[in-house]
């Protein structure tokens, strides 16, 4: 049930005096009294104020709110206290709080964040989470549901960190079965574990997950499109990614609330891409101007580097084609690149049989 809140909610001060009611309305910056900023005000700027202690502003708003549940709360905020209640209820019994207070159920009008902490102050019963490292703020039907959701944290993490990469929904059930709306809500509230822009979850501190600067943006870019690419193009992908409004060639897997935090240039420079992937050594240029992830199985280095190793790993002469074959899936050049490479006689001998080897030294 919707309240009016600057209207239905005057009943609850009918019976308070004017220094009761000042103290309440600037600590939950309800702004109704003149001069006020509709901004929560702290204990110590109250009392500095009005010539009180920190303590004693304190004191009073806890007695104001006790004289208030007691005798002001109607029927109407009866229901709309049981809906709080109901509303967490289908959350797992906890809501992060900022999500709760934009839920349109309750946020239907100027100032409602003011005016819902305000009735839940009133409400007494429900618990609140403040923020931390670990957590946003949250509210929840009991206190026990602090401990359980550290709990299910540390067994997502536990389950991430194992995996190393990014899990759906369905994956991290598995890893915690119980309650889908407790996970869901817990998931949340949670700084540590993070939704992707494809609805997985991953840990902060992995790049894809919490993409930090133009080297992180690449990587995302690399592990959606599974193919080498060309720098000008990785520096484009970043553009689509950066900017979602814009017709998409795919959804790069990132965190859309680290993303909205980024920095978005009017372009990506090219450039800097080029100048950032060099210097990477998590990328690895394997032709002109293109670069592959080193995890698929490149190694950085030359040409001539390249064949080296093909034949070191070989442990044996091999044919022009099988060398030729081994290098091109380590690097796009031409044949004759190769070829011009195989020729250095310093570097590769050349049997009667046709086979090279590594000029050892």
Known sequence: MALNYQKDCQVLFENLNSRQKEIVFR????SQISGLNGEEETLEAIGQDLGLTRE???QIIEMTLVKIRRGSVTPEMAKVFSSFKSYLQKNGGLKREELLFSDPLFNHQAN???WLCFLLAIEGSLFRAGETKEFYAFLALETKKLFLVQKLLKLIEKKLSKEKKPLGIKKLTEAAPGNPSFLKSALEISKVVLRTRDGQYGLKTWPEV????VR???LLVFKKIKKPLHFIKVANLIDEFLFPEKPQEFSVVAASATAASLPVPKKTNFQT?????????RFV???RGVYALREWGYEPGTVKDVISQVLKEAKQPLSQDEILKRVLSQRLVKESTILLNLGNKKCFLKSENGRYSVHEA
Request: no cysteine; hydrophobic share 35%.
């Open 56 to 58: 004693r502003v304190r």
């Open 216 to 218: 992180d943006l690449a």
């Open 112 to 114: 409602s964040r003011h």
């Open 27 to 30: 600590r939950f910056g309800l």
């Open 210 to 213: 919490n993409p930090r600067g």
């Open 273 to 281: 891409v080029h100048n950032e992937l060099i210097k990477d050594s």
């Open 285 to 287: 240029l394997v032709g």
